[in-house]
Structures are given as C-alpha cells and as structure tokens.
C-alpha cells in the first residue's frame, strides 16, 4: 500500500529522491535512444539532461552516505501517494517530439515540487540546502531545455527532422491507409453495383456492399499486418498499420453502400454513384498531399480504374 508523504523519514525522502534522479535520468535516456535514428538534434537535448538528472543523483548519494551509511533502500515513485503514473516509454512507441517535450516539462515540474515539499520537511541543514538547490535546478530545466534546443535544434535540423516525421508518418499510417481505402473504395464498386443492377433492389445491394466492405476490410487488415514486422522498413507496429487498412477498407466500401439504406433504388443508386466521385477525388488529393503525385495524375488513374471498374459491375449485373 502506498504510503503518505508526510509520514516519510528524512532517510526515506532522500531514498526517494535517489530513485527518482535515477528513473528520470532512464526516461531521458529511452527518449535519446527512441529519437537518435531520425531526429539527431532533439537526441542530443535529452542527452545533456540525463547528464544532468545523474549529476543529481550523485549529490544526493553522497548526502545519503554522509547521514545513513551505505545501504539505500528501493522507495520508487509509486510507493508514495500523490506522484502521477506514467506510462512507461517502451509501451509508448512511436514517440512523437511534441509528446515527449511535454511529458518531460510535466516530469521536471513534478519533481521540483517534490524537493520543495522535501526541504521544508526535514531539519538537517545540510540536506534541506541540497533539496533547495535541486528544485531550483529542476526549476532552471526549462530554461536548459531551450538552451540546448537553441543550441542543437537549428533551423536546418528542425527542417530535417520535421521531413523524417513526416515521412514516417507516411510510411506509418498514411500508405496503409491509403492502400485500404483504394482498396475498399474501388474493389467494392463491380459486386455493389452489379447486385443493384441485377436486382434492382435497394436492400440487396446494401447486403452485398456491406458483406463486400466488412469482408474486404478484415481481409486487408490481416495482409497489411502479415505483410512486414517494420524492422527494417520503418513502417510502424504491424498490428497499427493492419487496423488502419482494415478500418479504411471498410470504409471506402461502406461509402457508396449507405445511400441503398434508401428504398428507392433510383434515388439510391444516384446518391451512390454521387458518393464514389467524392471517394475517388479525396483518394486523388490524398496521393496528392501525402505522396507527391501531380492531382490531375492522380485523379487519371484513379478515376480511370473506378470507372472500369463500375462499368463492370453494371454490365455483369445488367446481363
């Protein structure tokens, strides 16, 4: 059970502290390694402040070994009420720059409010100076920080990693995600509009689209996730890109389903066909946005392929 802060000693706030330079100077240290890759500058910044979270750490070992002796017992944040959980950062991949800064803002501003609350607690003069001077150096961290940032993080660094995030956000989540709605949007288009076309029945075509988009969906999302583990590519967690495609794939399916939700086919199949321009139109400025492909280009092909392959669908279902 968690225990008060109040009720701590002065050899258990020190034992605390220890424990908490060290867990800092670690955090610091998965957030160097998780960006050294891509972003070299914003590694480097958290770099110089786990350098800093170890120089606290040995002052408060020696004040420790001057007090209490040797032995330092394991009090870790979450033995003490009040410290906000954090998730851990190897549960946090990808990380993503903005995130992490913050998070270690919230990280320095919890701990200077620790040494604050330490030092007017114990009575050691000693100690409660090097308490004092700690949550004062927690306090110039912000400060550090955007020294280092000034110093590390030109211009031309934030243009370089600003381009790698991008491109993994790319490879990540816009590809995948692309692919399925491509996918979903223009493979449903032949059973869709043939079932309409065969039956002239609002209901059936929603039956088959839905079946077509569900079916698609979850048929893609296993493809995607099987298709690499992104070690070597960079894409991302597998299990991320197979639900953005499935999900995508659906959708695109789904789309120029919906409007047969609507009795009269007439109507429906107007409303549908309205549905699939607008489909394929963002799918053209996605490719446009994201992968650099001229629009009217873009639009060629895409449109090109969905309308073969919607004529298809109503020459089969109209024979």
């Known amino acids: 059970m968690a225990k008060n802060f109040k009720d701590l000693s002065e050899r258990e706030i020190l034992a605390l502290a220890i424990s908490l330079e060290e867990t800092d100077a670690r955090v610091y240290a998965d957030f160097a390694a998780g960006f050294k890759a891509d972003y070299p500058g914003t590694a480097q910044i958290f770099e ?42 190897w549960m946090s991949r990808p990380l993503g720059i903005k995130t992490v800064r913050r998070q270690a803002e919230i990280m320095e501003t919890e701990t200077r409010r620790f040494y604050e609350r330490a030092a ?19 306090r110039k961290h912000v400060t550090l920080a955007d020294n280092l940032q000034q110093e590390y993080l030109t211009q031309e660094v934030e243009t370089q990693e600003e381009k790698a995030h991008r491109r993994l956000f790319v490879l990540q989540i816009v590809q995948p995600g692309l692919a399925g709605l491509m996918d979903g949007s223009v493979s449903t288009l032949a059973p869709v509009f043939a079932a309409a076309f065969a039956t002239h029945s609002s209901h059936a ?40 495609c499935g999900l995508m794939t659906a959708a695109g399916g789904i789309g120029h389903t919906l409007p047969y939700l609507i009795p009269e086919f007439r109507t429906a199949t107007a409303i549908a066909i ?40 109503i020459w089969i279902g109209s024979s």
């Open 120 to 138: 007017s607690k114990v009575t050691d003069a000693s100690t409660r100076e090097l308490l004092g001077d700690l949550a004062e150096a927690e």
């Open 48 to 89: 110089e402040m786990k350098a800093e979270e170890d120089e606290h750490r040995r002052k408060l070992i020696e004040q420790y070994r001057r007090r209490f002796g040797e032995h330092i017992p394991l009090i870790r944040r979450e033995d003490v009420k009040g410290f906000v959980h954090r998730k851990p950062v």
């Open 274 to 313: 309205i549905i699939v321009a607008i489909e394929l139109l963002a799918i053209s400025w996605i490719r446009k946005r994201y992968m650099d492909t001229p629009f009217l280009r873009a639009a060629f092909q895409v449109i090109v392929g969905g309308v073969l392959v919607f004529l298809v669908g």
């Open 205 to 244: 075509a929603f039956v088959v689209g839905l079946a077509a988009s569900v079916g698609a969906g979850i048929s893609m999302a296993f493809a995607e996730a099987a298709s690499d583990d992104g070690s070597l590519t960079g894409r991302g967690k597998p299990l991320l890109r197979g639900f953005v």
